[in-house]
């Protein structure tokens, strides 16, 4: 991938996004579900009401009010959240480290997890345990990431009551951060106590949206080793007298990253995309969580800019993807 | 002289059970050192099969039922992992046939050399590109630290048989094993190679096992040739005595079948198995073995 | 040992056979909890002790029978409104298929019509139907049919419309792909010349050969609705309070987990079989209806 398809990749993100703002600004004022309705008391008077409407701008015509929310979009300001009263770059900004910390973990210890597997995987080759590594990759992908969590959460959080199930952080705990990025934050300033306590909260929250992953991650990879095993240049190694572990290490491993980094890397947005569950089910307070109760809510501002940085993180983590992709394989760079 | 390699009555077996068939039928084959043997036969004859036993390189279902391979005075098959893998790669090297699938596409050539010699010969990262450029020379590749640092498919195929043909001589070998080197090249750059083949032979000493279908090649580099016919020895001995005096009726039709300037070929008449079976006898061998000096 | 004379033709029942012993445990594993799923689906008003709907106050959160506390009429104990379990689990997966089938056969034949005129078609309308597939993927799956049920309100409808809304891209992805790859081959060129219009050439050379993996899609995809309808109920905005489902059961025992853990682990057992034995079920038809391995 040379730098033109770069530059025609970063080209095609501002309409993409855009396509995305029009849709789900269509969807929601298309279909019934009144965000004001949902957030009044009752007993208000048609004139309060009239008068929220306004405020917020909902008595225009549609095409008006998505003009009026591009303009205000493009220098930044994504309007005024319905149902929490404050700005929603402001809040969407204030939960976003949360989430962000969480898929890193859970894409390292999908990574590792994956790794293991496959590498157990690929030395059982050919012998009769190899279906035990096969099978166990296939109820591990068989289960979606909420439904471990739930699992997760039954076990280590109930039934052995090893971990919270709920929030990031112990309330008692006393600190306080400056940056949204908790777990980083407290790594930096080496205060591994808060760390500890942090990392308690995450770690059910993340192996939950891990293992799916992982699974992929452990399948692709093995599928790719066995391949590039079978190639040519992998055989003559062994007439060369290389010995298979090294064989697959040092040979066979940089040509089965490849196809595994390009299939398994398009399933990084899948990871990214059950936060919204996995989130709610732990109480933990990130941007998948709040992007629930503002659906419930209707609350329009704040779904139509939840909805926008979801695509950004999809499109930047492709584009970060086949990046990778193209540093992996020389063949690519050279066109 | 000690033989570099002895094979006896080797007999390999593709699949198991009932559905199983052998690919090599005790077959026997004795390469002295520095001697240049020819193996030829039609494809499917099973010379890659007895290039890839002695390289212990047989598929996963295939495996050796009966017979020996000896190097050096070493038993290959009972010889422990260890030791084996020592022996090959240094002492025992493959010319593999297809250039393109044979090096790592996403390592760099000068890399993969070094890697080999560094494994070997235990040289430090330094003498190992010395080394590495030193070979290269040696298969006349010009600017050899410019192409040390490409990738495979930047070079042309040719290229990439050089490189390979400089990692088979790179460790000095006593046996090189060719299967085939030449037959996925064009026929200009089949001459090189096979230039290439002979002057570091004779430079190293090594005995070469030459495995190909094409006559033309055995003719040219090999002093003494094998015919090999579904699983078997069908006649061996001096190249130019084969060549000149055929004695068996498939060596004949072999010949007739083979592309000449001055006249058309024959078709190749599929010679009955039948027919081969109850032809060939131990006299047959015994015969011609004494007509070449062997006792 | 077997002589390498060509074996007989195959009868046409017997290559059948192999091919279902082909698919392995998968297909017969697959099979099984899928026919379970669909008797208990059918049967489930003459297997469940209990109505669903029936409440017992005084037997509220009762444990499963085999635990102390609990009673042999609730087999798998009770919810906070003293509802059996057991029943409403049952009943659910009366739910859970006919949902299944629904939204499955629905995101199929859209995902299909679009996959095809996009494949045979090509050019601009390939384009357009291309860049349509591309943006609705870069939606959040799980965002996109909660926003979707939001708005359209509670129901089964909704949820339907959810799976089909989010997952037809599935189907018309790789259906896309593989008319394409079909159009090319060149049965497709023969049919052109003597005369096949285009929609002949779909209906009678293209569908037969998606057919093996439209219905692995299914199989996938049925498993699929299945979880999106555990989202959905979780979520809140699935089906009417009334109507059981298993997405329903855990939400409620979501709740109560601490004290009625029962309540939230046997649907989430119930819907983990379901969904592995839809995707073994899916790898298991794939294996058996490959054509080419039918060969």
Redesign the interface.
């Given at each position: 991938m040379r730098w033109g398809e770069v530059v025609r990749r970063l080209l095609l993100i501002p309409p993409t996004l855009f396509g995305v703002a029009v849709i789900v600004f269509v969807l929601l004022r298309v279909v019934p579900g009144d965000p004001i309705a949902m957030m009044i008391p009752p007993g208000a008077s048609p004139e309060d009401i009239l008068r929220l409407r306004v405020f917020y701008g909902l008595d225009q015509p549609m095409l008006q009010q998505f003009v009026t929310w591009l303009g205000q979009a493009l220098t930044g300001d994504f309007g005024r959240s319905i149902s929490v009263h404050r700005s929603v770059f402001a809040l969407v900004l204030a939960r976003l480290p949360a989430t962000l910390e969480l898929a890193l973990l859970a894409t390292l210890i999908a990574i590792v997890l994956g790794l293991i597997i496959a590498m157990i995987g690929i030395h059982l080759r050919g012998r009769r345990a190899e279906w035990v590594v096969d099978g166990g990759v296939g109820v591990l992908l068989a289960i979606p990431d909420f439904l471990w969590a739930l699992i997760l959460l039954l076990l280590f959080g109930v039934l052995i009551p090893l971990l919270p199930i709920s929030g990031r952080i112990d309330p008692q705990l006393d600190v306080t951060f400056r940056s949204n990025f908790y777990l980083l934050e407290s790594l930096l300033t080496g205060r591994f106590d808060v760390a500890n306590a942090l990392l308690h909260h995450m770690i059910l929250p993340s192996l939950a949206l891990a293992l799916p992953f992982a699974a992929l991650v452990a399948r692709i990879l093995k599928t790719s080793l066995a391949e590039a095993e079978d190639q040519d240049y992998a055989q003559i190694a062994r007439a060369r007298g290389f010995s298979r572990p090294k064989i697959l290490l040092s040979e066979v491993f940089p040509n089965a990253l490849i196809p595994t980094v390009a299939l398994g890397g398009v399933q990084v947005t899948l990871l990214l995309g059950g936060t919204v569950l996995v989130e709610r089910i732990f109480s933990y307070e990130g941007i998948g969580n709040m992007a629930i109760d503002a659906v419930i809510n209707r609350d329009f501002p704040l779904i139509q800019g939840l909805v926008l940085t979801f695509a950004v993180l999809f499109i930047a983590l492709n584009l970060v993807v086949d990046l990778v992709v193209t540093l992996l394989d020389p063949r690519l760079r050279h066109g | 002289m000690t033989t570099v390699l002895s094979v006896q009555g080797l007999q390999v077996a593709i699949g198991k059970g009932a559905h199983a068939a052998n690919v090599l039928r005790g077959v026997s084959l004795d390469l002295q050192p520095g001697e240049v043997r020819g193996l030829v036969g039609e494809s499917g004859a099973g010379k890659s099969m007895l290039g890839r036993a002695v390289l212990g390189l047989l598929p996963a279902n295939a495996a050796i039922t009966a017979g020996t391979i000896t190097f050096a005075g070493r038993d290959l098959l009972a010889v422990p992992e260890r030791e084996r893998r020592g022996l090959l790669g240094r002492h025992i090297a493959l010319i593999p046939q297809d250039p393109m699938t044979s090096l790592n596409p996403v390592k760099r050539v000068g890399h993969q050399i070094a890697l080999l010699l560094r494994h070997h010969l235990a040289l430090s990262k330094r003498d190992a590109r010395e080394r590495a450029a030193e070979l290269l020379t040696g298969v006349a590749i010009r600017e050899p630290r410019r192409v040390l640092d490409l990738y495979p498919h930047e070079i042309s195929g040719g290229m990439r048989q050089r490189v390979l043909i400089a990692m088979a001589f790179a460790c000095d070998p006593a046996l090189v094993i060719a299967d085939e080197p030449t037959t996925a090249l064009d026929v200009t750059v089949q001459r090189q190679v096979l230039q290439l083949v002979e002057r570091l032979r004779q430079r190293h000493g090594s005995a070469v096992l030459f495995i190909t279908h094409d006559l033309g090649v055995v003719a040219k580099l090999c002093r003494t040739m094998t015919v090999l016919h579904a699983g078997r020895v069908l006649e061996e001995g001096e190249t130019a005595e084969v060549l000149a005096r055929p004695r068996h009726p498939y060596t004949r039709a072999l010949l007739a079948a083979t592309p000449r300037a001055d006249r058309p070929a024959e078709a190749l008449r599929p010679v009955p198995p039948a027919l081969i079976e109850s032809l060939w006898s131990e006299a047959f061998r015994l015969d011609r073995l004494a007509v070449a000096g062997r006792p | 040992?077997?002589d390498?004379a060509l074996a007989a033709p195959v009868a046409p029942q017997a290559r059948w056979i192999a091919a279902l012993k082909r698919g392995g445990a998968r297909l017969w594993l697959g099979a099984a909890l899928v026919g379970v799923l669909a008797l208990v689906a059918l049967l489930a008003p003459l297997i469940a002790p209990h109505h669903p709907l029936e409440q017992d106050l005084m037997s509220a959160q009762l444990p499963p029978a085999w635990v102390t506390g609990g009673e042999a009429a609730y087999w798998l104990g009770t919810d906070s409104l003293g509802r059996c379990v057991l029943s409403r689990l049952i009943y659910s997966a009366r739910t859970a298929v006919a949902v299944a089938l629904i939204a499955a056969s629905l995101a199929a034949a859209i995902g299909i019509a679009l996959g095809l005129i996009a494949g045979s078609f090509g050019g601009w309308v390939d384009q357009a139907i291309s860049r349509l597939i591309?943006?609705w993927m870069?939606?959040?799956?799980?965002?996109l049919s909660?926003?979707?049920a939001?708005?359209?309100?509670a129901g089964l409808t909704s949820v339907i419309a959810a799976i089909v809304v989010v997952d037809w891209t599935r189907f018309a992805r790789v259906v896309r792909a593989e008319t394409m790859v079909q159009l090319k081959r060149d049965y497709a060129a023969a049919a052109r010349v003597i005369g096949l219009s285009r929609g002949g050439l779909l209906r009678l050379e293209i569908l037969p050969n998606l057919v093996p993996l439209v219905v692995t899609l299914l199989s996938v995809e049925m498993?699929i609705a299945i979880?999106v309808e555990?989202?959905l109920s979780?979520?809140?905005?699935s089906v009417a309070g009334d109507v059981p489902t298993w997405g329903g059961m855990?939400a409620e025992g979501?709740q109560i987990?601490?004290q009625a853990?029962w309540i939230?682990?046997l649907p989430?057992g119930c819907?983990?079989a379901s969904?592995?034995g839809f995707?073994?079920l899916g790898d298991g038809l794939r294996i058996v209806l490959d054509p080419v391995q039918r060969q």
């Open positions: - | - | 040992m077997v390498l591309d943006v870069a939606f959040p799956p799980v965002l909660i926003v979707l939001a708005v359209i309100g498993g979880l555990v989202i979780f979520v809140g905005i855990i979501r987990v601490y853990p939230m682990a989430i819907i983990i969904v592995i995707n073994l």
